[in-house]
Each structure stands twice: as C-alpha cells, then as structure tokens.
C-alpha cells in the first residue's frame, strides 16, 4: 500500500506540473504575438507625417495690374471777361428808415466777385426803383446823368455805389413826393429790399 501511494502522488505533481507549464506557455505565447519580436519598424500615422510636410509651391504667381490715370490740367482762368450773374453777389442797405424833411434817403449798393478770376461788370445795370404800393415812383437807371461804365471787378473785392434819391417823382422836376412809406429795391438782382419812410 506505500508503494502504490507514492506513485499516485507522484502522478498527481506531475499533471500538476504539466498542466502549470502549459498556461505559462500560453501566456508567454500571447505576450509575444502581442509584443512582436522587436525587429518590425514602428507605424507612424501617415497624416501626420503629411500634415508637417511644407505646402507644394503655387503653379503660377498672382498678376498684379497697376492703371495710372492721368487728371486733367486745370483751365486756365481768363481774367478781363464779362462777370455772370452766378458769379455775383448783390446787397442794399440804408443808413435810416426815416427821412423827414429835406433829407433825402440813400441806397448803399454793394457788388462782390466771388468767380476765379477778374470780370467786367456793367454799373448801368445796377437800377434802383422806388415804389409806392402798385405806383412806380423813381429808378435810378431811367434818371441817370451821364454814360454808365465798365468796372473791372477783382475776385472778392467790392464795388460799391451809393444812389440817392431826390424825393421826388420821376426825373428832373418832377412832383415832390408825398409822406408815406415807400420800398426800394435793386431791379432783377437778389438783394434785400428795403422798406422807408418819408416823414
């Protein structure tokens, strides 16, 4: 009975043995299936490699066009010529609104260049008419002594010309005027009018 006991234990190391050596051989197995045996070169990702890489150079540069334009040269301005009315400006004023007695009303008419250059200006054309209600009574053109003239007019510089009247109608004699309010204004130009009393 020793006998065969020993030889049953002996068995039972050995499956024992056997069986241990065979997971640890299985493990072992799988650790270098998994591991590989260190020779294989290591896998890089691809799009990595690609996106570090410099862009390729364009095919073909840009054309850049530059157009020079060429302004105008400015006219030149013509000084001496007749002045146009979008070059002028009138004004009109009075030292009183009263006048009484004797005392005869003025008119202070101003002309001012405002164009590039100097202009001839006609003085005949300055008119000032005085008016009673709807009652033509005095223009300064139709009474004018002497021949009207030319003024050159320099840009910004006034003309200025002071009409008097003589309180009376028309020219040369004519019936003195009554008391009464009158109006006097600068015929066909744009300038104030200018409302007066003859006391």
Not at 58 to 74: D, G, L, R
Not at 98 to 110: C, I, K, L, Y
Not at 124 to 142: A, F, K, P, Q, Y
Request: net charge positive; aromatic share 6%; with cysteine.
């Amino acid at each position: 009975m020793g006998a065969d006991t020993g030889r049953s234990v002996d068995q039972y190391w050995r499956r024992r043995a056997l069986a241990l050596a065979g997971v640890v051989g299985s493990v072992g197995l799988l650790a270098w299936a998994c591991t590989g045996d260190g020779n294989e070169p290591p896998v890089h990702n691809a799009n990595a490699v690609e996106s570090t890489s410099p862009p390729p150079p364009p095919t073909a540069m840009p054309t850049v066009t530059v157009t020079v334009t060429a302004s105008p040269e400015p006219k030149p301005v013509k000084d001496g010529g007749p002045c146009t009315g979008k070059d002028l400006v009138f004004t009109m004023s009075a030292p009183q609104d009263t006048f009484a007695g004797s005392e005869r009303p003025q008119f202070r008419v101003t002309v001012v260049n405002t164009g590039k250059g100097s202009c001839t200006f006609d003085t005949g054309s300055l008119n000032v008419r005085i008016t009673s209600g709807s009652d033509d009574i005095w223009s300064s053109t139709e009474c004018r002594r002497g021949d009207s003239s030319k003024k050159t007019l320099r840009r910004g510089i006034p003309h200025v010309e002071t009409v008097t009247w003589g309180r009376e109608r028309g020219c040369d004699g004519g019936d003195p005027a009554r008391p009464g309010t009158y109006v006097a204004d600068l015929k066909g130009k744009k300038a104030k009018k200018q409302v007066f009393h003859l006391r």
